[in-house]
């Protein structure tokens, strides 16, 4: 029998305030958002701000799970360009001090932009294959290469317009995304996030020789059973550092068996000086601007999912304003970024997991994070002792964390009537979301200009889940019943 329809909204409420007995009371996430030292502005743990050294301390954490992630693409871009050691620190200072301006943006917000929610930020990886197939065209001289930035930058700066003016229209899509599509899609983002704690864990990627080797499993599982031990016996800030603990001791353990380098941080420089154009002054050509304005579009797409999950995680469900200063603040970001000598940004999934481990809410602790990168970017030698970090370490901390987004989908689609239409389109969408995390040559006869579509599993899930439900069900899912 079915029982009153609950709108999304209504559904978060019920499942982020509802507690299995059995669940300790220090590990209530709104219990945890005030021991943190906050005092939140009516009740709403969101909104707290928590005592400086525990701020920092939270804020670091989300640091070390997206600082691997947020260099990738400046290192790929500066090897493809043959980059000078000098121009190689620039590119990835310059990304650092972008992420952190475009992450107090987007949490602690400007009029119209902003989603006000603890979301990192950091280089969208979709941007990367435009941006080498550009640099593929060019003669092979680090000269002709690094004199195709400014073309780059031209194109990031039109697709941080385009973004600009396509936001309000992303942000009315929250219609087409009930329980059904929300929680598969946040299962999809834990599930294809597994992939890369896994690869860390091992040591890298695939192709390294070291990939794999039993230190590098023994160092994650090290890390992985020291971040539990905190849990179940510490109390305060060892229990909710307990990922930011996990890492330093599995860094220290790395380093005394010689898998931790930090000889980086002697040779590099105090400061970074990062002014606009560094690179030469914006060139704008059509092709490779169009090509960035579809990369906007998915990677907004991604951002739609992350933002909602991001709600779901901290008790305040987004609403189609919400999205649209969201979708606003990635656009300004990837704006900033064209000027500042860097490239598109978006919404890091990886730091969704921590919001689910820790239980603390507060934007404003992404904000500190966000002042941390810029600390980092103009300093650039604080930037190579979070580098030393070895990837092993982070794969430990992640499994358990990226599980924990995977686990809250699980958990949205368990309060959703779980009918044999719904079943089918979650099977489906799960299925379609998986394909580029378990096979890379999938899709490898299909244009290229497809390839940001197809080899983003979020975005595969998520327009499948979208069409599979308004096909089944009709525009009429906005409230779903729940499980009786």
Known sequence: MKERALSFGDMVSETMTSHSPDTPAGHDPVAVGQMAGGNAVSGDAVDSIPAPGRLFMFALQHVLVMYAGAVTVPLVMGQALHLSPSGLTLLVCADLVAAGIVTLIQTLGIPGVGIRLPIMMGVTFVSVSPMLALLAAAPETTAARVAMLPTIYGAVIVGGI????????????????????????????????????????????????????????????????????????????????????????????AALFGHADFSEVARAPWFALILPFQFGLPRFEAPISLAMCFVMLVSMVESFGMFLTAGVLVGRPADARDLTRGLRADALGTLIGGIFN?????????????????????????????AILIALGLCPKLAAIVAAVPLSVLGGAGLVMFGMIAATGVRILSEVELTYERLAVIAASVAMGLIPVLSQKFFQYMPPVLGPILHSGIVLASATAMILNLFLHGSSTVAESPAE
């Open 162 to 253: 385009f973004g600009l003016i396509v936001a309000p229209f992303v942000g009315r899509m929250q219609r087409f995304f009930p329980p059904t599509v929300t929680g598969t899609v946040i299962l999809v983002i834990g599930l294809s996030l597994m992939r890369i704690a896994i690869d860390w864990a091992a040591g890298g990627q695939p192709s390294d020789v070291t990939y794999g080797q039993p230190s590098n499993l023994g160092i994650a599982l090290l890390t992985l059973v020291t971040i539990f031990m905190l849990i179940k016996f510490s109390r305060g800030p060892l229990r909710y550092g307990a990922i930011l603990f996990g890492v330093v001791i599995g860094t220290l353990v």
């Open 342 to 370: 860097t490239f598109p940004y978006t919404s890091y999934a990886q730091n969704l997991g921590l919001l689910s481990m820790t239980g603390v809410r507060s934007r404003y602790v992404c904000a500190a994070g966000g």
